[in-house]
Structures are given as C-alpha cells and as structure tokens.
C-alpha cells in the first residue's frame, strides 16, 4: 500500500536531497502513516484504517462516527 492517510489525504513529499558538496539526489518525505483500530459503536465492531498522525488528531477531535461517515460518503469502503 502506498503512504497515504485515508482521513487527510496526505501523501509523500518528493524533493532533492542536498549533500555538503551541494550534489542533488532524489528523495522523498514519508507521512507518519500509522495501522489503527478504531472502535465503531454505531456497528459494533472495529474499523481498521491507515491515517497520519495528523489523522489520528482529527479523529480524537472531530469522533470516528464523523470520519468514518465522510469517508463514506466520499465512496471509500471501510
């Protein structure tokens, strides 16, 4: 799976990586991607997602209920 956060959408950063004699090279920066378990009480049951932890913040704010109903209604399946 790629490093994407299923709640903010971020996704890796690509840029140069500059050393001392200032040669350039790719590199990328990597969200703090994160496999949580979520307790849905509405359906008895736990949801799995891959979020930030960024997302994770927005889920302890916002409740996994809203998130998860966005999600759906953005046509992701959970």
Known sequence: MSAHCQVTGRKPGFGKQVS?????TSRR???NIQQRRFWLPSENRWVRLRVSAKGIKTIDKQGVEAVVARLRKEGQRI
């Open 29 to 31: 920066w990597d969200p």
């Open 20 to 24: 001392h004699s200032h040669r350039r």
